[in-house]
Every structure is written in structure tokens, then in C-alpha cells.
């Protein structure tokens, strides 16, 4: 999202007790879709730690792998951040995935902590993040979907470019799971009138999920008739909170 093509990694892999047998499975697990990305990537690891036994008594710590990811950028110009810009129109390229699996939104709603995840699809990542790189003159802003789903991926953006967005959306399936999914493969974007329609063409043409969320305007935080909160209320709870 920054504009980067990635070619190294290092990682961090933290668990429980792999005297465990589920913790062990779990890092063992992790280990191998690790490979499997790294792979399809064609990034290397260069090196790494792995730190066990981080529990308390019986309960251990959720599977926690942490990677760095090294990238090249050839063109200073085409570097990107998050930041909305007002009067821009804002997208999102992606296929939408109905799966809560491992959300924040279970957790903190629901209470629950457990899945089934969505899975990787290697070719739909690469295919996407190749995109992006050839056509990152075209677009403003960039920012994947991930803790929190879309409504925190949209709302970060318009924090980091202190502007409120109007968004109006047709849910293809539940609204919650729709706005909370945490699924892989999705990144919203801003864009000027020009270059928001250049990149729904050549999505198109390229194979891409591409939906129109709304545009970069106001001060308040609208999504269809569900969420209407002011910004600066929002990013009050945004920076004061853990």
C-alpha cells in the first residue's frame, strides 16, 4: 500500500508452551503459510526469532506471528499513504468475503475469540498487488482492510486526512458482516474524478472486484442510513483510547 514491491522478510513468531500439543500445531501452521506467502512472493526470509512459553498458568497468548517486509520503491513520486483528501472519490478494489472468522468485531460485540478464518488466496494477492504498482499514478491515497474491517479502514483514512466521508453502499449480504469482515484481499482507495474512473476501466479489464464506496466530504462520518457520527467525537475515542 505504501507503493513498495516487497523482497525480503523477517519474522517474529510468538506462542504458548509447544509442549502443548494445540500450541505446537499452531506454530507449525504458522510456519508453513509463512512459506506458502513468502513463496508466491518470491521474498525471502533473512532471518527471524521465535519466542515460546509467553503464558500465564494454562492460558497462552493467541498465536502471534509478526512479519517485516522489506520493500523496493524505484520512484520516490509514487509513494502513497492512507490520508483521504477532500473532494475525492473513495473505492475499494477487492472482492467483499462473507466471513467474521477472528474479527474484532465478534470479540468485542460477541465475545467470541474463534473463526473459521477466510483463506489466502495466493494469485488474488498478487494479482492485486501488481496492480496497484502499475497503477499507483492513478490513484491518491491507499490502505488495506484489515483489524476492524471497512468501517475502520474507512474511518483511518478520513482521521489521517481530517475529513468526514460519505459512503452509500448496496451490502451484497448481512450489513455487519459486510462492514466488520476481516477477510484478506481488499484495499480502499481515494482518487481524484479522473483517476477514480481510469482505475474502475482498467480493474475491469484486469479481473478486479471493484466497488464505489462514496466520496471525501463534510465533517461527519457517514455510512447509508446505519452510521452517522461527527468526526471529531470519533477521533476523540481514536486517540485517547489503548
Known amino acids: 500500500m505504501t507503493g513498495a514491491k516487497p523482497i525480503a522478510a523477517t519474522d517474529g513468531l510468538n506462542f504458548g508452551n509447544p509442549m502443548d500439543k494445540e500450541v505446537y500445531w499452531q506454530f507449525v501452521k504458522c510456519v508453513d503459510g509463512i512459506i506458502d506467502a513468502c513463496n508466491s512472493l518470491e521474498t525471502p526470509i533473512t532471518g527471524g526469532n521465535v519466542s515460546f512459553y509467553n503464558q500465564s498458568g494454562d492460558k497462552a497468548v493467541y498465536p502471534t506471528p509478526v512479519i517485516g517486509m522489506l520493500g523496493l520503491i524505484e520512484d520516490r513520486e509514487n509513494t502513497r499513504k492512507m490520508a483521504f483528501k477532500k473532494g475525492n472519490l473513495i473505492g475499494m478494489l477487492g472482492?467483499?468475503?462473507?466471513n467474521l472468522g477472528g474479527s474484532e468485531f465478534l470479540k468485542a460485540i460477541h465475545n467470541k475469540v474463534n473463526g473459521p478464518i477466510y483463506d489466502f488466496d495466493s494469485e488474488s494477492e498478487l494479482l492485486l498487488n501488481s496492480f496497484i504498482l502499475q497503477n499507483i499514478e492513478?490513484?491518491?491515497?491507499?490502505?488495506?482492510v484489515a483489524d476492524g474491517g471497512l468501517v475502520s479502514a474507512i474511518y483511518e483514512c478520513a482521521y489521517h486526512g481530517n475529513t468526514g466521508v460519505d459512503i452509500d453502499i448496496e451490502y451484497p449480504f448481512r450489513k455487519d458482516v459486510y462492514l466488520f469482515s476481516e477477510a484478506f484481499g481488499r484495499v480502499i482507495f481515494s482518487a481524484d474524478k479522473d483517476g477514480f474512473e481510469k482505475i474502475r476501466e482498467k480493474a475491469k479489464d484486469s479481473g478486479i472486484f471493484f466497488t464505489k464506496?462514496?466520496?471525501?466530504?463534510g465533517e461527519r462520518f457517514k455510512i447509508n442510513d446505519d452510521i452517522d457520527l461527527d468526526m471529531k467525537e470519533l477521533n476523540d475515542i481514536y486517540i485517547r483510547s489503548l
Open 138 to 144: 492513478h490513484i491518491d491515497s491507499l490502505h488495506d
Open 95 to 98: 472482492k467483499p468475503v462473507e
Open 213 to 217: 464506496l462514496g466520496k471525501c466530504e
